[in-house]
């Protein structure tokens, strides 16, 4: 049986600093914590479309870490959702939607 070639990923120091990796980090960031909270809603990308005021094709590119984590769009998916909005770099996950405590 064999181990594979990607057992562990290892990534160099100078790519960690550079502004792409950190930018591609934070889309998934966001891709994580909208899958999450929509996962946990059971909603399906559709019914977060509608509440967010995006199309399905919007939702789709988030989850898949192709859209930037823009305020606007944090706000957005934060009043879709009624949730309060955590991002914390430090923590994983970096980012999530929580609900409003009671």
Not at 5 to 31: I, K
Not at 32 to 55: K, M
């Amino acid at each position: 049986m064999s181990s594979g070639y990607h057992t562990r990923w290892v990534v160099p120091a100078e790519h960690r600093e550079s502004e792409e990796y950190r930018a591609a980090g934070r889309r998934m960031a966001l891709a994580e914590a909208v899958y999450a909270r929509r996962s946990a809603l059971g909603w399906s990308q559709a019914r977060l479309a509608e509440r967010a005021g995006l199309d399905e094709e919007a939702v789709e590119s988030i989850e898949e870490s192709g859209t930037d984590p823009a305020l606007p769009l944090i706000e957005r998916l934060a009043a879709a959702f009624d949730s309060v909005v955590r991002i914390d770099p430090a923590r994983e996950p970096a980012m999530s939607f929580e609900a409003h405590a009671a």
